[in-house]
């Protein structure tokens, strides 16, 4: 079977009645819908609501114990998860004066935790924003872990990808009340088109526009749309009326990375 990524509202759909996805081991999700899912950022301000460590780890912490990790992470959170971000990827997207510029956190990080299966991690780090809230968000990692759910996370190139592709989406449809959860819907779209996975989706207004703009496919069922990109993304392929877009207040900064970034 060809890679899947779910939306967050098939994982929430999902994670609520304890099925696990049709799409045997081939499922993954975007570092974007396991920070909507996980609870990582605060969904008004984007902030970090819990500490999380970076993908990039010195050896040291490999060997440290659970009671280590405690003492750890409750360091960290004393500094406040909004000042904790210091070592974790960053990207940002700038939008002028037509929207709030974004500085995307986490994404890599985040990814290693599911790939890797922290659920006892992930939990002890989510203390801080309230004992049920752990709760809930260890259940979800666990529920990742036991369905073998894995995440590709956002990349420089995906992010700049979306800055086209969300100003399109823009200048023909209305965006949700918070512009961010339009946002997050690009780009897991382009996440998806990236790692030349098909994205399952409950969202019939995007499946419509990757249709015109990305020329994809679709598939629907019930409530359920499969979009799919067909062959791989290779470096300079246009998108469908992106030919001319230039948007000079929109712009992009990150580090790139070697791999597949």
């Avoid at 392929?237 to 070697?258: A, L």
Wanted: net charge positive; with cysteine; proline share 3%.
């Amino acid at each position: 079977m060809a890679d899947l990524a779910l939306d967050t509202q098939e994982l929430v759909a999902l994670h609520k009645t304890g099925n696990p996805p049709a799409n045997g081991n081939n499922n993954f999700i975007t570092s974007t819908t396991a920070q909507e899912f996980l609870g990582v950022r605060n969904a008004g301000t984007g902030r970090l609501r819990y500490w999380i460590p970076s993908e990039l780890r010195p050896k040291s912490m490999s060997s440290l114990t659970g009671k280590e990790w405690r003492i750890f992470i409750q360091q960290h959170a004393n500094w406040r998860p909004w000042n904790a971000s210091r070592r974790l990827d960053k990207i940002g997207l700038y939008f002028g004066q037509d929207y709030p510029a974004v500085e995307e956190i986490g994404h890599r990080a985040i990814a290693k935790m599911v790939n890797d299966g922290e659920s006892w991690l992930l939990g002890a780090c989510a203390e801080i924003a309230g004992t049920r809230f752990s709760r809930i968000t260890r259940s979800r990692m666990e529920y990742l872990e036991e369905n073998e759910i894995l995440c590709r996370p956002l990349t420089y190139h995906s992010a700049e990808a979306s800055l086209s592709i969300f100003h399109a989406f823009t200048n023909k449809y209305a965006i949700k009340s918070n512009y961010r959860n339009s946002l997050n819907d690009i780009l897991i779209l382009s996440v998806a088109r990236h790692w030349s996975m098909s994205l399952l989706t409950r969202d019939q207004l995007l499946a419509k526009f990757s249709v015109e703009y990305l020329g994809t496919s679709v598939n629907s069922i019930q409530e359920s749309t499969t979009i799919g990109f067909g062959k791989p993304i290779s470096p300079g392929v246009k998108m469908r009326e992106s030919k001319g877009y230039v948007n000079r207040h929109w712009n992009i900064t990150g580090r790139r990375v070697n791999y597949h970034s």
